[in-house]
């Protein structure tokens, strides 16, 4: 058995050889040699698009008028800075169905053939197997799931994606994805981006917020023909900017972007740390429609003006509230606040993540206008996707109760090229020498942290996603947003200090629809985590075992800030409910009743006039 596992770590290595000599970068360049200028592409091929009255309207269906230019087609050279002025929100979601996509082809012109077809560039089997299980995905686990809404006039949500007016090109895009119906974050979140409202999204991990953002950005860009960006040799406008919190996270929303705005005509560029800037400017320069970024690349090219955000129409932050976290706010705000954006009301903002706190709400409440606030809930119980267990471990044994639930999992067949072990420590130090200790045991591990280089992060997640290393030890650069399939084990070797990390971490494992397992090393060191944790499991309907009660009982708060038991079956839940004015509460869906959810924490509840909630 552990010469089978060796050979693949021979295997690995060979592989990743390669493939680093063919992609040192880990950037995926695009072929495409003749970039079409976006002033350019505003004119229709009349060969391909008959002219079509309905699209010689510009579409003011976002809710935000100006940008100057659609109807003129003004240029504002010369650094002149566009009307940037905003129709008032009616809420009634701007009218923007029904406006005759279905009679075009898609966005607008377009140099097709150039462009490389993400869903055939599948060197990598794992995204064509991940591909292809979308459609097995257990959409009735997602019956049940409770949605809060909150915000004034929030459009209804809907039911299929033929109800949403996308675009052909959009929709075909959706369709290669396997993507048969939207998952209940993007049932709710799409209508109400594509009526051009602000939103806050708090959804579970793996439920597909990275389409229910990126939909509306691609179709907005699509839709808006005539928009003339400033003239700049060495300046990129883009219209849209996705932040991520780490490289790699920035790199699979690239990729998931350029699938879905596949034959488009919107370009998408992305740009992060680690990696030669000079490529990244080069790319740039050839035109930028949709700009995914961490924020310390992206403060960079602005200083050096390489980028301006004065054309910014679409601003999403991915995981949210870790952007607004400590470590990341100074640098938000100054790319938000400090440079060139237009301001909320103008752009259009929208925050996603599995976790909200009520703090970081507050925070992000700077960016928004009138924004709608979305919290999606967990699954039910008898269908929770994600088993989590919790076993009492002394520092000292951690290593041996590892390699025997590794064991455990080779021969109860988890183990395997599709089935992948993801291990979390807290230190970088720890991750690399736990590494090792597995490597010389026979198990092939590799490793991520903030000490690797870029090339070998990515090096290591691709022999980790390949399944040729099939454990992957990580500290928390890992925890968020990687969407990696087949990962069927997630073990917090060392439990995190905040249970929002908890949750994230673990959801790295049954993600869209599937199962998965979580195992977490607990002993004195974590007993503020006890609390939370128990919490946590009791609401997912886990079996908490009676010594984690015991330690629960004993500490009564902790758990970094115990957010979790504010947002009791949801990830977070509106602040501005707090202070009770005017808000809308529309309960849809699911949980019977809604008795029993007891919002610990101290939320009172005390809701304003016309705010109902079945949550109450
Ligand atoms: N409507 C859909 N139908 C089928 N699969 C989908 C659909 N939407 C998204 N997916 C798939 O679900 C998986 C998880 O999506 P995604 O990575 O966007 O989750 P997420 O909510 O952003 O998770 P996290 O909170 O961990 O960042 C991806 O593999 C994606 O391709």
Redesign the pocket.
Known sequence: MTTSWADSVADSASENAATAASDSNGLKRPTRSSYVPPHLRNRQSPSTDPPDSLHSVPSSANGRVGFGGPTTGLCWAGGSRPDLGRAAHNGSGGGRRGSGWSSRNGGWDRRREHEVNPFVDDDNAERAI?EQE?TG?NFEAYDDIPVETSGDNVPPPVNTFAEIDLGDSLNQNIRR???????P??RYSIPISLAGRDLMAC??????????FCFPIISGIMREQYVQRPRAARTAYPLALILSPTRELSCQIHD?VKKFSYQTGVKVVVTYGGAPINQQWRELERGVDILVATPGRLVDLLERARVSLQMIRYLAL??ADRMLDMGFEPQIRKIVEQMDMPPPGVRQTML???TFPKEIQRLASDFLSNYIFLAVGRVGSSTDLIVQRVEFVHESDKRSHLMDLIHAQKESGMQGKQSLTLVFVETKKRADSLEHWLYVNGFPATTIHGDRTQQEREKALRSFKSGKTPILVATDVAA????I?HVAHVVNFDLPNDIDDYV?RI??TG??GKTGLATAFFNEVNSSMARPLADLMQEANQEVPAWLLRYASRTSHGGGRNRRSWGGRFGGRDFRRENSFNRAMDYHGGAKGGGGYGFSGGYGGRYGQGVTSAWD
């Open positions: 991940s979308n995905i994805c396997k993507y048969v119906k939207p998952t974050v993007q959804a579970q991990t793996g439920s597909g917020k990275t389409a229910a998931e991915d995981e996603f993540s599995a968020r947003g990687l969407d399939p994230h959801g790295r993600r869209a």
